[in-house]
Nanobody, 115 residues
Framework: QVQLVESGGGLVQPGGSLRLSCAVS????????MGWYRQAPGKERDLVAT???????KYADSVKGRFTVSRDYAKNTMYLQMNSLKPEDTAVYYC?????????WGQGTQVTVSS
């Protein structure tokens, strides 16, 4: 059974930091492009960041310089370090695993940036 389980979301003040985790099981973690997406109320799900099998990173312009994506092959886990958070970063954050044949999603974790 494939599972992508996000954790680490919560309420944080503007300027604060959070670290999201995505624990992956049931698939060969090393063979998938991993990514973080987010969806704010009333909006479409948008790309936040991706990390390829060989460590190539891609970020949305809105998070460049503030967010860092990484993956730990020993723990089958992907991370998203989010710094200098802004109210517009408020959304449900989803973990994604994708290759040529499959596309898997986690259940999402809520991130709320508010004073």
């Amino acid at each position: 059974q494939v599972q992508l389980v996000e954790s680490g979301g919560g309420l944080v003040q503007p300027g604060g930091s959070l670290r999201l985790s995505c624990a992956v099981s049931g698939i060969s973690f090393s063979s998938y492009l991993m990514g973080w997406y987010r969806q704010a109320p009333g909006k479409e799900r948008d790309l936040v960041a991706t990390i390829s099998r060989d460590g190539v990173l891609k970020y949305a312009d809105s998070v460049k310089g503030r967010f860092t994506v990484s993956r730990d092959y020993a723990k089958n886990t992907m991370y998203l370090q989010m710094n200098s958070l802004k109210p517009e970063d408020t959304a449900v954050y989803y973990c994604n695993a994708r290759n040529a044949f499959n596309n898997f999603w986690g259940q999402g974790t809520q991130v709320t940036v508010s004073s």
